[in-house]
């Protein structure tokens, strides 16, 4: 079973919003939170690139490494209150159950700072292979995160399913031939395999194979 992060496991949306909020407010770009909504499972330059559209403002090459690199002190800060408390009871008794039941798990992020979340949330060892932002070089919608997941756990897609939250997320699940569980906004793509209103649902789903 492969998990995205952000959106899944650990709510870090408001932190990315909080991120968001402060450099969109020193260019006087108008930032909501719907707007943040955009961002989930896009990658921190094309995130930017959004953020960026949305006032129509044009920097320099050089300027957009500097202020995503701003923006990703200002969120790395605000991971440093994230605990294992920030992981919901209902996603922690799923995690048990699939293991005891002998699925291997990994985790199919977009995220650079994945590893760093997963320590403070006390769940890094729980997973058989990560997958991130670190070994990528195309962001979901591209299947290449969910691809490398599957390499490193030694599995072909079709032996493995994908969690996600984010429509660009169902997207990259589908296009590397993964069937594809999909949470809030995931939900209501019309091609996910199977639709969640929580993540112990799927247990519901899981046949012996
Ligand atoms: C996550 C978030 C996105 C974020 C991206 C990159 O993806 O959903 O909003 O822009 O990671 O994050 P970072 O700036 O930490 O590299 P996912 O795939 O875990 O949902
Ligand atoms: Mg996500």
Redesign the pocket.
Known sequence: MIF????VLVHT?EL?YQAWSAIAERLGIAFTRRDNDR??????AD?LEIVLSLGMTEVSAVEKEVLADEK?AI?RQLLDRLTPRDVAPDVLATLDELQGRGLRLAIG??????KVILDRIGLRDRFDAISD?ENITRS?PDPEVFLRAAQFLALTPGRCAVVE??RA?VDAALAGGFSCFGIGDAAEHPRVTWRLEKLSEMLEHLTDR
């Open positions: 995205d992060l952000d959106g949306d990315h961002l989930r499972g896009v990658s921190r995130s990703n969120y992020s977009s995220s650079r700072n994945a932002g979901k939250d984010a997320g």
